[in-house]
């Protein structure tokens, strides 16, 4: 399988807890992107990287956010302090760079629950 | 920014039936649009976009959806629906190359 593959799939955890998720794009896709889905709404954009460089971070993603793609490759985006707001589905996307927008490519996304 | 707003969070259609999801948006200046599908316990899927070519834009899986200036609209349509179609469908708007904006969801339920 060579889609977009996010890990892990479900996470569990207590209020003031981190938590990190990893996304492994397309391998030849250069940009990246974080959304957040809630219940009963549509994906929301997080942030945006085009190969290592992180070149715009919504204003949903406080300050307990942090993303990183180290290498252009695989990201990881950490949240740190968990609260009970932050549950939702992490999506994370992919598309080749010069691509129009939104043709991105979709991981199963990561479903995070705080206690 | 774009802002996209799917009228009804839930559609029941037969089995045969023609598919009708309403989606309009807010722009002064006509965007890219789009058409996703989620099936349960899968990523979303693109459907169809349109990029200022033909204003009737054909997809995958029989769906079609057509932009209209006018009415600051992009419905999508599916003249027969399967029961396969049953799925989450979210339109969604970007002015940029980067960024989308989505509206709420449309579940669509497929009747026997």
């Known amino acids: 399988d060579t889609g977009v593959s996010q890990d892990p799939r479900h996470k569990i955890t207590k209020r003031g807890q981190n938590v990190t998720f990893r996304c492994d794009p397309i391998?030849?896709?250069?940009?990246l992107y974080w959304y957040r889905q809630t219940l009963g709404q549509g994906p929301e954009f997080l942030t945006y990287?085009?190969?290592?460089?992180?070149?715009?971070k919504s204003r949903l993603l406080s300050d307990r956010f942090s993303a990183e793609r180290p290498k252009g490759s695989f990201s990881t985006l950490e949240i740190q302090r968990t609260e009970q707001g932050d549950s939702a589905m992490y999506l994370c996307?992919?598309?080749?760079?010069?691509?129009?927008?939104?043709?991105?490519?979709f991981g199963e996304g990561s479903r995070l629950t705080v206690l | 920014a774009q802002s996209v707003t799917q009228l009804g969070s839930h559609v029941s259609v037969s089995e045969g039936a023609l598919v009708l999801l309403r989606c309009n948006y807010s722009?002064?200046?006509?965007?890219?649009l789009f058409w996703y599908v989620q099936y349960p316990n899968q990523g979303l899927q693109l459907l169809l976009k349109?990029?200022?070519?033909?204003?009737l834009v054909k997809g995958i899986n029989g769906f079609e959806a057509e932009f209209k200036k006018s009415e600051t609209s992009f419905h999508l349509t599916k003249p027969s629906a399967h029961m396969s179609d049953a799925a989450e469908y979210f339109c969604?708007?970007?002015?940029?190359?980067?960024?989308?904006?989505f509206g709420a969801g449309t579940t669509v339920t497929v009747r026997a």
């Open positions: 996307a992919s598309s080749k760079g010069g691509s129009l927008a939104g043709e991105l490519f």
């Open positions: 391998s030849e896709h250069n940009r």
């Open positions: 990287f085009q190969n290592e460089a992180q070149l715009e």
């Open positions: 722009s002064s200046v006509p965007p890219y």
């Open positions: 349109y990029t200022s070519a033909a204003t």
């Open positions: 969604a708007a970007s002015s940029n190359d980067y960024k989308l904006s």
